[in-house]
């Protein structure tokens, strides 16, 4: 993409921040045009930080998709959290995200105060429009812009895509001026193996409640492109109790095949090839504690969580 003269070429990272659930990946899934982050409705769905890169006429956007501020309370969420941190000290602008459809809370104000320190413009976007009574949405601003200090508040829907060009647009011009960090064809750093990892985790959190979804991780163990182009993935899921394994399975064994089911059909939909997918469940005591599996886990490179 090239910069006309009287429109520089502009290129940074974005970090996307905000508590849990509020919709920073499914706000960078639909800004880079991939699915390169999963989404539930569960909160702490993001565990590591994801970069998703978009090119536009005026320049190019890294996006970083990062996990929710919440409360740590084991090891796991306490990287989680440092996650977090860390990509807000990279950022050249920092796009804070609250939920419109619940209002401000505790949450928010938390991820407000730790803001403070930030010396690179902060743009606010008011997320899930879709939800909200238009006569609600302008005091909703008028409270965000009393409590905290913004650029910009620009209310968007990641989900249906309303005005979210707009807000692109806000955040280029916020960037500073620069070559392109990566090629043109550049779109993500994940790799397929933990695109896949990730996918099957989606499942495992959609179909289970309660305190399973947060102490589950998936390890692929192996992933091979057969002979005919299609995938195979054999993947471990962890989770900390007998009890949690028992729902995990189900009756039968129909949860997890149902789980496999999902996932088998969206990685072949991501990848665009049959897939077909092998999955185990292993029960790791307190796993989210265990900094040596967690980091054995991170290093073989094809585990979610
Ligand atoms: N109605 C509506 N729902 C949305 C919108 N954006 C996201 N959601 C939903 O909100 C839930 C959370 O979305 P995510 O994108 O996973 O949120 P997140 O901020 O990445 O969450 P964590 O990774 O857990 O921190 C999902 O059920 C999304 O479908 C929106 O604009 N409108
Ligand atoms: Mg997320």
Redesign the pocket.
Known sequence: MTATIDQPHRCGFVSII????????????HLIGEKV???????????HRILGVKNLPGGQIAYL????F?KAKFRMNRDMVQVASDALREADVVLC?I?A?TGLGPGDRFVFTRLKEIRVPIVLAL?????VPRPHLLPLIDKVRFEGSFQEIVP?????G?QCSELENTLLRLLPEGPPLYPEEYLTDQPERLLAAEMIREQVLLQTRQEVPHAVSVVVERYSVLRDKSLRIEATIYVERESQRAIVVGKNGQKLKEIGSRARKEIGLRFECPASVFLWVKVHPNWRQDVTAMERWRRSGMASG
């Open positions: 905000g508590r849990t659930n509020v919709g920073k990946s499914t706000l960078l899934n982050a999963i989404v539930t409705p569960v909160s702490q769905t993001t565990r998709d990062t996990p929710g919440h995200m939920d459809s997320n899930k429009i879709d939800q968007i829907s990641a989900a249906k309303t």
